[in-house]
């Protein structure tokens, strides 16, 4: 059972590159999201997308972008990548359908550092 | 505007109870979570609560939510050296159908 798969598991950048972070998910989840883990921060929710062709800033969204290619797939792009992006990463998708009971699946995370 | 506080720590002997708090500042919540993750893993769903419940006992887990105060707490019985890990509350927007996360409370098992 494959879930949620994340990819890449490890990056390091330079500051001013850019990259893209893919995720997808095989349960026919409606709901997907990104969430950053800082030391100290807990988990802060960068961007989610409640159906496939929506997108919705969350806590932190300044510095990055999102795109819903489809209802299984949800890739986080950093346009151009600072120190202060240092992070742990996580994707994670739910059933959806608003109102009602969430439970969210997610992937194993990416560990990014920027240099 | 919308948050989910937690302590960061908690150091428990083997055998004890640990009693995990949280406090959030919604009121329109319908459900309450725990999620635990342990170290270099995902996040997983412990146990969750729905608003119009004030206890909820599942095995070694109980949950009490305190909806006057918006306080939410986890206590995990005879607490074991599996427990440890970082334990985190999650409060769902439903409104918004998104899940805020607090800053997760760190459990260490003392022998």
């Known amino acids: 059972n494959a879930g949620v798969t994340q990819t890449p598991k490890f990056q390091v950048l330079k500051t001013g590159q850019s990259m893209t972070l893919q995720c997808a998910q095989d349960?026919?989840?409606?709901?997907m999201y990104w969430y950053r883990q800082d030391p100290g921060m807990g988990l802060r929710l960068i961007y989610y997308?409640?159906?496939?062709?929506?997108?919705d800033k969350g806590e932190v969204p300044n510095g990055y972008n999102v795109s819903r290619l489809n209802k299984r797939e949800f890739s986080l792009r950093l346009e151009s990548a600072a120190p202060s992006q240092t992070s742990v990463y996580f994707c994670?998708?739910?059933?959806?359908?608003?109102?009602?009971?969430?439970?969210?699946?997610f992937g194993s995370g990416t560990q990014l550092s920027v240099l | 505007g919308e948050d989910v506080e937690q302590s960061l720590f908690l150091s428990v002997r083997e055998g004890d109870s640990s009693v995990i708090n949280c406090t959030y500042t919604?009121?329109?919540?319908?459900?309450l979570y725990w999620y635990k993750q342990e170290p270099g893993a995902g996040l997983q769903l412990l146990t969750y609560?729905?608003?119009?419940?004030d206890m909820k006992q599942d095995q070694r887990l109980t949950v009490l939510l305190n909806k006057k105060d918006k306080h939410l707490s986890l206590r995990i019985a005879d607490t074991q050296t599996g427990d440890s890990a970082i334990y985190f509350c999650?409060?769902?927007?439903?409104?918004?159908?998104?899940?805020?996360f607090g800053s997760g409370t760190r459990l260490s098992i003392r022998p």
């Open positions: 994670a998708s739910s059933e959806g359908g608003g109102g009602g009971f969430e439970k969210l699946f």
């Open positions: 349960m026919n989840h409606n709901s």
């Open positions: 997308s409640a159906s496939e062709g929506t997108t």
């Open positions: 919604d009121s329109s919540s319908t459900y």
């Open positions: 609560i729905f608003s119009n419940m």
């Open positions: 999650a409060d769902l927007y439903s409104s918004a159908s998104k899940i805020i």
